[in-house]
């Protein structure tokens, strides 16, 4: 195995406006081909810890980066779509580069 991470957060903090702060001191660091879940109760600060790894949530302090080439993918919870399209539409919008790198194989 790799002794390369990932992906690495080290003492990261992340507090709401109001002062609840969602994350403390935070390490995590990943080793290539690792299986993570995230698990705790409504309001814990999953989600943001996943923004903050995807780089969508850039309001924290600490370190919280990628090795150099790796993609962090985030499907959020409440995606947002075009209501112009439809649900069809909507979906291939979310796989068009995983679609346009199929067909360099075609």
């Known amino acids: 195995m790799s002794d390369k991470y990932v992906f690495v957060m080290k003492e990261l903090n992340k507090t709401w406006p109001g002062g609840k702060q969602v994350i403390k001191d935070g390490w995590l660091s990943f080793y290539p081909g690792a299986k993570i879940g995230v698990l705790g109760s409504n309001g814990a600060g999953k989600s943001t810890l996943l923004k903050i790894m995807v780089g969508i949530d850039k309001e924290f302090s600490g370190e919280a980066w990628a090795a150099d080439g790796i993609k962090v993918g985030y499907l959020a919870q409440e995606p947002e779509l075009d209501n112009d399209l439809n649900v069809f539409d909507n979906i291939m919008l979310g796989v ?11």
């Open 96 to 106: 068009s580069e995983v679609k346009d790198a199929l067909k360099k194989f075609e």
